[in-house]
T-cell receptor, first 113, second 110 residues
Framework: KAGVTQTPRYLIKTRGQQVTLSCSPI?????VSWYQQTPGQGLQFLFE???????NKGNFPGRFSGRQFSNSRSEMNVSTLELGDSALYLC????????????FGAGTRLSVL | DAKTTQPNSMESNEEEPVHLPCNHS???????IHWYRQLPSQGPEYVIH???SNVNNRMASLAIAEDRKSSTLILHRATLRDAAVYYC???????????FGTGTRLQVFP
């Protein structure tokens, strides 16, 4: 069974641009969550989607948004990029509650110049 | 969100048991205790989880205090591949939201 796939693996953007990251969950998993990891703040929860609906949202500005499609694939978008958005963005999928075991992808490393 | 407290770092020698502690004094009755680990240059990896009773799987054991205010992840025989950052996380049964703390960086020496 294929694991969680995130594309692209690496991305370089400049300030002010926008970016879209993609996540394909494990087949059969309906829940997708996104996390940001930086050396200073560690791993922080961004948002969680289940059956195309956002179920939880972390404490991030509105520039960070996401969506989930009917096939459970998810995208997250960051608009008007800032230098501080440079981070490893991780996606995780699970079967959904109450299972709660999340399987993480390798992440997309975003560098904002 | 319930908070967990872990030591910043721990060391072990290969093939020795490792006990990684976690305090979660504000845990609620519906919170599950999950452990994840993150190896260098990889996404976090699920290790084990439990609610009230001690749990065992092929990777580790989880010992949960009777009052549930603390727990211990036990690696029975540490290997070099176990060197990672270990996160203790509380998750309410009705959400997939993970709140990561700073975790414990485990070093394993040959």
């Amino acid at each position: 069974k294929a694991g969680v796939t995130q594309t692209p693996r690496y991305l370089i953007k400049t300030r002010g641009q926008q970016v879209t990251l993609s996540c394909s969950p494990i087949s059969g998993h309906r829940s997708v969550s996104w996390y940001q990891q930086t050396p200073g703040q560690g791993l922080q929860f961004l948002f969680e989607y289940f059956s195309e609906t956002q179920r939880n949202k972390g404490n991030f500005p509105g520039r960070f948004s996401g969506r989930q499609f009917s096939n459970s694939r998810s995208e997250m978008n960051v608009s008007t990029l800032e230098l501080g958005d440079s981070a490893l963005y991780l996606c995780a999928s699970s079967l959904g509650v109450p299972k709660n075991i999340q399987y993480f992808g390798a992440g997309t490393r975003l560098s904002v110049l | 969100d319930a908070k967990t407290t872990q030591p910043n770092s721990m060391e072990s020698n290969e093939e020795e048991p490792v006990h990684l502690p976690c305090n979660h004094s504000t845990i609620s009755g519906t919170d599950y205790i999950h452990w994840y680990r993150q190896l260098p240059s990889q996404g976090p990896e699920y290790v084990i989880h439990g609610l009230t009773s001690n749990v065992n799987n092929r990777m580790a054991s989880l010992a949960i205090a009777e009052d549930r205010k603390s727990s211990t992840l036990i690696l029975h025989r540490a290997t070099l591949r176990d060197a990672a950052v270990y996160y203790c996380i509380l998750i309410s049964y009705n959400t997939d939201k993970l709140i990561f703390g700073t975790g414990t960086r485990l070093q394993v020496f040959p």
